[in-house]
């Protein structure tokens, strides 16, 4: 099965998806640029079509409401969205960490493309850290990414990655995500985009303080277990029916990981608490939920349903010790 990743590039470590061509660290963004695959631009076409009722060769007409956006190196079709679609081309992406990078100690860790072209991201530590008992180390980051396919708003969030599992989170405070969203119909700023983020130390240290009170909670097996359970419960409605359709293979393997199998279980933090019980689920997630590819998995866990889970085993956790 073809990967969903153009290509990808990554410093430091091999990155949790284990995807990427490895850079040495401080790389010049031309270089991340070339290495992850964004070294090409979006352009945009008018959607034309033929008319056969204009004879034999048929009639080239425009339709003015939309246009075709398509890869500058391949000419391969991304999407045809609105005429009011803003892009953001790959290089802004890397550009917006330009000044983080060399003025702010910020450090690209990873970049690259998505589904031929029509998802891009770079991710970068902030060098913000927190530990926790039996020095569980938690790293900040924060995650840029857009979509040309109208599948995702240009977004920007602080994300943290736990050291000893690589699990992937979502910083949030006050159980909300720390995210800015650009919608395609505003034109991207990159300086107000950091600017409304807020960049700053208070908002790491509010949430390792949420992290160390996760921490601290003991947990009982039967309220592990009913968390588990609203996590990885769907809730459906049809014909006006609310259908409640639990997902027990993936609540038993989490709970297995929970258990004592997950990466980091047996640290004073985690075993038989809360932040355990939540990094059971992100490492579900990340690293075992049911993909057809580890690109997919990369998706879900960032973007899609993989990170609804997660962010919903936040919610969860956070009000055992609200």
Not at 51 to 56: K, L, N
Not at 190 to 212: E, H, N, P, T
Not at 223 to 232: G, I, L, N, Q
Not at 295 to 308: E, I, V, Y
């Amino acid at each position: 099965m073809a990967h969903l990743v153009e290509s990808m590039a990554y410093a430091g470590r091999t990155p949790w998806h284990g995807l990427g061509n490895q850079l040495a660290a401080q790389q010049p963004l031309n270089v991340w640029m070339q290495e992850a695959g964004m070294d090409w631009e979006i352009r945009e076409t008018p959607v034309r079509f033929i008319s056969s009722e204009a004879g034999a060769l048929g009639q080239i007409s425009s339709f003015p409401d939309q246009k075709v956006l398509f890869r500058s190196d391949n000419q391969a079709p991304l999407s045809v969205v609105s005429n009011r679609f803003k892009v953001v081309q790959p290089r802004q992406i890397l550009e917006f960490y330009r000044d983080l990078t060399e003025r702010s100690g910020f450090e690209l860790e990873t970049a690259g493309v998505l589904k031929g072209g029509r998802k891009l991201w770079a991710l970068a530590r902030t060098g913000q850290t927190g530990s926790l008992a039996g020095n569980d180390q938690t790293n900040g980051y924060v995650l840029l990414a857009t979509a040309c396919d109208g599948t995702l708003a240009t977004t920007a969030q602080f994300t943290s990655i736990r050291v000893v599992c690589n699990n992937t989170l979502a910083v949030a405070l006050n159980g909300a995500g720390q995210a800015v969203k650009v919608r395609h119909n505003t034109t991207f700023d990159a300086q107000a985009v950091k600017k409304q983020l807020g960049i700053s130390v208070s908002a790491w240290d509010d949430f390792m303080y949420r992290l160390k009170a996760l921490s601290e909670r003991r947990i009982t097996r039967k309220t592990a277990e009913k968390v588990m359970r609203s996590v990885f419960t769907d809730v459906n409605y049809s014909s006006g029916d609310m259908l409640v359709k639990p997902n027990e293979h993936a609540m038993k393997k989490a709970m297995t990981l929970y258990d004592g199998s997950g990466r980091g279980a047996e640290l004073p933090s985690a075993k038989n608490t809360a932040y355990g019980l939540l990094n059971a689920v992100t490492e579900f997630v990340d690293h075992e939920r049911r993909a057809r590819s580890t690109d997919n998995r990369l998706d879900s866990a960032w973007f899609g349903k993989g990170a609804q889970i997660k962010q919903r085993a936040l919610s969860q956790t956070l009000e055992l010790v609200a």
